[in-house]
């Protein structure tokens, strides 16, 4: 840990310091927290938090101060919830910073969010989507009306994703309206509206006013509740292209969700164009990653989600080296790409249908799995089987898995038995769908790139020299 001789560096210095060693170590957030006897300071870097300096009791007032000084808070309100920003060039880096503040039994806790853009500009090809789910992305953006959802955790990346699709729409000739709360990037060509709720104005609100503002495609940053839910699906039917994330695991839980939030089964199953879901996974240090074979268990899960036989798997070197913690350096998103066919829109409609049959339904179409996905990026070398194991229920996707593939089975011993039929009818014979899964050349459209908040942000100008 760091630490710093209060009585020789003006608070001013130490603020501007811990927010530079921040950027520069690639901390996506950095947390001020009261304690009884000091404040800790810690950075969030590729989704952990580490300590990084302990500030005397005496002197926590006075840094909390200039931190809400900067970010334009009200320095005499301590009492209450206060949000503000910082915008501009600190220690010769330039930065844009979203800031927090939460009055807790210690004293006010203060959290620094770091903005990075540096992901979303360099488009959907560095996202880390393998070659198929790329393609399938591309076709679902493709078409004018309809919605997409982008799903996950917070912190899931989801946001990047989003931002980059709409980079990629970005055109002359479109109108593009976002909702949001909070716009976490300004993006040139777009008009961005943030929501306020204490003046009543809702996502709702909004985007009943949006419609009449001739829009091709509106982003919904969030839906939350019914009343959004339902607007969103009525204007994706009515000619508009709608991208909106949700708080949900995977494709199935979001299809759910949004039944459980009374949208019209009918007009769903016509709106829903297709669903992102998507995780972040550490990256593997490629200087120091180790090479082992793998235990039983893994090989287990490698044959029944992949058909692999495994003898070798890349893991982290926990003791790390000058490139890495512990082994890792960067995240990468692990994805589930569902494009809705016609079998899910019928499946839709159906009022009676049982849970356990949509989700079959869903995972019997060629959607490649987040666990699918997670082991193809472990056998690339990209990310390690422990990740994948903390990141996704590996048991729950295996039995999904299993479950469809018998389905699948079932299928075509159905489809066979048409076939005979067919054949003694001398008709054209019908191939059995497969899923596919991409073979590791072809896997990433372009090289992965470690995810926001690890990026190391580009000095400026005046700095170099
Ligand atoms: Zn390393």
Request: glycine share 6%; aromatic share 4%; net charge negative.
């Amino acid at each position: 840990m760091v630490a710093y001789d209060f009585t020789k560096v003006p608070v001013i210095k130490v603020v501007d310091d811990i927010i530079v060693r921040a950027a520069n170590m690639e901390a996506s957030d950095i947390h001020f927290d009261p304690r009884e006897n000091d404040l800790l300071v810690r950075f969030r870097v590729d989704g952990d938090l580490k300590d990084y300096t302990r500030v005397p009791k005496i002197y926590e007032r006075n840094l909390i101060t200039r931190i809400k000084l900067i970010s334009n808070m009200n320095i005499t309100e301590n009492r209450l919830p206060q949000d503000g920003a910082i915008k501009g060039v600190i220690g010769g880096l330039s930065l844009d910073m979203r800031v927090s503040t939460l009055p807790t039994n210690e004293g006010e806790k203060c959290v620094i969010r770091i903005l990075d853009y540096t992901r979303s500009l360099s488009g959907i090809e560095s996202l880390g989507f393998s070659h198929t789910n790329f393609e399938k992305l591309k076709r679902m953006i493709e078409v004018p009306n309809g919605i997409i959802l982008i799903t996950g955790a917070t912190g899931s990346g989801k946001s990047t994703t989003v931002y980059s699709i709409l980079q990629r729409l970005n055109k002359a000739e479109t109108n593009i309206i976002t909702v949001e709360d909070p716009i976490e990037m300004n993006i040139e060509g777009l008009n961005q509206v943030q929501v306020n709720s204490e003046i009543g104005l809702d996502f709702a609100t909004v985007l009943r006013s949006i419609l009449r503002q001739d829009p091709n495609i509106i982003l919904i940053g969030e839906i939350r509740d019914s009343e959004t839910a339902k607007i969103a699906v009525r204007a994706s039917i009515t000619g508009h292209l709608v991208l909106s994330t949700v708080h949900t695991n995977n494709s199935l839980s979001t299809i759910e969700r949004l039944l459980d939030m009374n949208v019209e089964r009918y007009l769903l199953s016509s709106a829903l164009t297709g669903i992102i879901s998507q995780r972040l996974a550490k990256m593997l240090c490629p200087h120091c990653r180790k090479k082992v074979a793998p235990d039983a268990y893994q090989k287990k899960v490698f044959q029944l989600a992949l058909g692999k036989e495994v003898t070798e798997l890349y893991v982290a070197n926990e003791e790390g080296c000058e490139h890495c913690i512990h082994g890792y350096h960067g995240r990468i998103a692990v994805q589930e790409v569902l494009v809705i066919n016609d079998a899910i829109r019928d499946a839709l409609n159906n009022e009676t249908l049982e849970r356990d049959e949509l989700r079959k339904m869903v995972y019997t179409s060629d959607v490649i799995t987040l666990l699918q996905d997670g082991l193809d990026k472990v056998l690339a070398g990209i990310t390690s089987f422990d990740e994948i194991y903390r990141i996704i229920d590996i048991d729950d996707d295996l039995n999904v898995l299993l479950e469809s593939k018998e389905k699948q089975e079932e299928k075509q011993e159905e489809k066979q038995e048409d076939l005979k039929q067919e054949k003694s009818k001398n008709k054209n014979t019908v191939s059995p769908p497969q899923i596919t899964i991409p073979s590791l050349d072809s896997f990433f459209t372009n090289p992965p790139m470690p995810y926001p908040g690890t990026v190391p942000i580009k000095q400026t100008e005046d700095n170099k020299n």
